[in-house]
């Protein structure tokens, strides 16, 4: 049966695969990206945007134009499914989306703020921190939630020669804290302040995960910490040509003091074989949520949030983090909110 509340072009009920074809592979969900590329930092856009079509809020319809969406790192999970998601919007709607290589989670949030994305993947500490005007941001922003998505996982990635058997034993050591103004680089910080340690104890290397993993394959930096989805393809490309070099550490002893920094935070499980001979370790989990400037109308946020669960199937084609994209679990961490279209549409997929 048709979903009443969405009127997109050719929309089709939860049955109706034709974005398949589009989505048969990671490959073809990384066309939509390579668009984009070239202009990662993100053009300057405010469609759709504005209160003309605000009063219509019993629609659920995406205005017309084009959508740009703030992804990370070309290895890591936001990457891949930021292209699976432009192809689902640009065949369901009509919005022609790109999704673009990004710095991740406060890059991300700065840019969607000043208009230069239209949708932004961010972790929710990051996102709580721009609502609140905390940390990277200078003052709240006008950002809202369209979902709560999937959950990312810490990795503190060791190598086994380096003597590193927990946070604190970072103090003198080269550690890479991940790209600059991304989620990765926040908790990176606030894991070496639980840690009891000062950020001046730490040789901290602001590189990308690509740059990462190589630098700890070749011995040149000593640890590594990455916030990501389940499997990240650069920590599987790590584990499968340098396994009997690297672990991952468990840092759940240090949830309690990174709650206290940012209640978003909880334990959860990396489990075994995730990576190839890593045995199953605890670590601090993180919400990831999707989120949009608040001027954006009712009808497209409504619009893009029923795609994401609708389409829940084809984007698991692109990514197996997106197993986790679930309506039931959609609304986010305080004091992050809904925008009011994602609200309509949560309530009439929830039933």
């Keep these: 049966m048709k979903n009443p509340l969405l009127h997109r072009r050719g929309a089709t009920d939860l049955g109706d695969r034709r974005t398949r074809r589009t989505l048969t592979s990671v490959g073809a969900a990384l066309a939509a990206v390579s668009l984009v590329l070239a202009g990662c930092g993100g053009q300057r856009e405010r469609t759709p945007a504005g209160g003309e079509a605000a009063a219509d809020g019993d629609t659920c319809t995406a205005m017309p134009g084009s959508l740009s969406i703030a992804t990370g790192n ?17 065949e369901n709607s009509d919005l022609a989306a790109t999704a673009a290589e990004t710095g991740a989670s406060v890059q991300n949030l700065q840019q969607l703020a000043a208009g230069d994305y239209g949708l932004a993947f961010s972790l929710a500490d990051t996102a709580a ?15 809202s939630a369209l979902a ?8 503190v990635v060791v190598r086994k020669d380096a003597g590193i058997e927990s946070v604190a034993d970072f103090a003198g050591k080269t550690v890479s804290t991940g790209s600059p103004k991304s989620g990765t680089e926040v908790i990176a910080q606030r894991l070496i302040e639980a840690a009891g340690l000062d950020q001046s104890d730490v040789n901290a290397q602001r590189i990308d995960l690509s740059s990462s993993t190589d630098a700890m394959k070749d011995g040149s930096i000593d640890a590594m910490v990455w916030s990501g989805g389940l499997p990240t393809a650069g920590i599987t490309d790590l584990f499968t040509n340098a396994g009997d070099q690297v672990e991952i550490l468990d840092i759940s002893d240090l949830e309690p003091a990174m709650k206290e920094i940012n209640p978003v935070y909880e334990v959860s499980e990396i489990p075994a074989d995730t990576y190839t001979g890593q045995a199953a370790v605890n670590t601090i989990a ?5 989120m949009v400037r608040n001027d954006m109308d009712n009808g497209t946020a409504c619009a893009l949030t029923t ?3 609708e389409h829940h199937d084809d984007l698991v084609t692109v990514h197996a983090a997106a197993e986790d994209i679930v309506v039931e679990n959609a609304t986010p961490p305080e004091p992050i909110t809904l925008h009011p279209g994602a609200q309509q549409a949560i309530e009439t997929l929830q039933g």
């Design 286 to 290: 993180t919400p990831n949520v999707l």
């Design 307 to 309: 795609m994401l669960f």
């Design 74 to 90: 070309s290895t890591g999970v936001y990457y891949v499914l930021g292209g699976g998601l432009a192809s689902v919007i640009s």
């Design 148 to 155: 709560r998505i999937y959950d990312n996982y810490t990795h």
């Design 129 to 143: 921190d721009a609502v609140n005007g905390d940390g990277e941001f200078d003052g709240p922003q006008d950002l």
